[in-house]
């Protein structure tokens, strides 16, 4: 196995749970399963590999890359007709609330969704600049009417 090869496999390792992460937070048609996002996040991830300069962290290179992934996979899916459950599970009420403001931000346009669901994870507005290509200022801006949509929304449910 070539070096590159090596250290590309390590870099994955280390930035598993990431990938997962961003695999599981974009809602893709029935067909798709968060394992085939992910062998297509890792797919691209390679892809790109050679190219990537290390002008950003290895974190935020491979969450930009996870995310513009996801976006490819939901638009190409995201004018399939998804099939209702017939019933939902029982879930607690913080269950039902959690995946009542998942709902949310996932109708929020991207850039939003993606620097909330980054912010949420931690980024720094810095970080979170890098990966969507906006100024610190606009993602803090951005950021700011995104809760605030989101607190109005969540409140008149």
């Known amino acids: 196995m070539e070096t590159t090869e090596r250290q590309f496999i390590e870099?994955?390792?280390r930035h598993r749970d990431l990938i997962w992460q961003v695999c599981r937070?974009?809602?893709l048609s029935p067909a798709w399963q968060p394992e085939d996002a992910f062998h297509e996040v890792l797919?691209?991830?390679?892809?790109g590999y050679s190219g990537f300069?290390?002008?950003?962290?290895?974190?935020t290179w491979i969450y930009r890359v996870a995310v513009n992934t996801m976006i490819t996979l939901y638009r190409k899916t995201a004018n399939k007709p998804v099939p209702q459950p017939?019933?939902?599970?029982e879930t607690s009420y913080e269950d039902?609330?959690?995946l009542e403001l998942a709902q949310l931000i996932d109708l929020l346009p991207e850039p939003d969704r993606t620097i909330v669901t980054a912010h949420a994870q931690g980024y720094?507005?810095?970080?979170i600049a890098q990966i969507t290509s906006l100024s610190v200022g606009a993602v803090?801006?951005?950021?700011?009417r995104a809760l605030r949509k989101l607190r109005k929304q969540y409140n008149q449910k």
């Open 96 to 98: 039902a609330a959690f």
């Open 11 to 13: 870099l994955v390792r």
């Open 86 to 89: 017939e019933q939902l599970p």
């Open 25 to 27: 937070s974009f809602k």
């Open 43 to 47: 797919c691209a991830l390679w892809q």
């Open 140 to 144: 803090g801006m951005r950021l700011s």
């Open 124 to 127: 720094s507005y810095a970080e």
């Open 53 to 59: 300069d290390r002008r950003s962290s290895e974190r």
